[in-house]
């Protein structure tokens, strides 16, 4: 698996102070996308022990929220494998930190992975140029919702954040 980029102290992709694995890999071609350069899964830096360490380093950190997964989609097909050892092993450090995860799929594309135990909100679905705004919080566009993970798990429904 590959990434572009981990930044830390981010306050633009979830609540609170958080730290951001950008990560490579995405077939969904949204038109107007911000981040091209993360679509090929094989462009950028090998997410190895090294990377990890960085990650939960800053993660480990009292003032840090959580982590947020982006890219790229978190959720490309291959990406997922790693992807779901990697919430694993969040979860088993640091129970206490929240973990949001933007992706192209739709909840509903994916409501069967094993990831979304691990996920405590998800932003979902591509991004649509004409459905752009920039005074909507956490997204690019008003069709991404931003998804309270358990309590949609529990209810059966979607529960936004
Ligand atoms: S899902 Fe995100 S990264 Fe992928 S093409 Fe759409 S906007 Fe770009």
């Not at 097909?77 to 129970?95: A, D, Q, S």
């Amino acid at each position: 698996m590959k990434y572009h980029d981990i930044t830390k102290d981010d306050m633009k992709n979830g609540d609170g102070l958080r730290v951001v694995l950008w990560l490579s890999g995405c077939e969904h071609g949204c038109p107007g996308c911000q981040n091209p350069v993360t679509w090929d899964p094989e462009d950028g830096l090998v997410f190895d022990e090294a990377a990890k360490r960085e990650l939960f380093e800053i993660l480990g950190k009292p003032y840090i929220s959580g982590i947020t997964l982006s890219g790229g989609d978190p959720l490309y097909p291959g990406n997922r494998g790693e992807v779901l050892r990697l919430l694993k092993e969040i979860r088993e450090n640091f129970p206490e930190k929240n973990v949001w995860c933007y992706t192209g799929y739709t909840y509903e594309d994916i409501a069967s992975l094993e990831h979304l135990e691990y996920i405590d909100v998800l932003v979902d679905g591509k991004y649509v140029e004409a459905l752009k705004d920039n005074q909507y919080h956490w997204a690019g566009s008003t069709n991404q919702r931003i998804i309270d993970v358990k309590e949609s798990r529990l209810c059966g429904s979607i529960v936004l954040h």
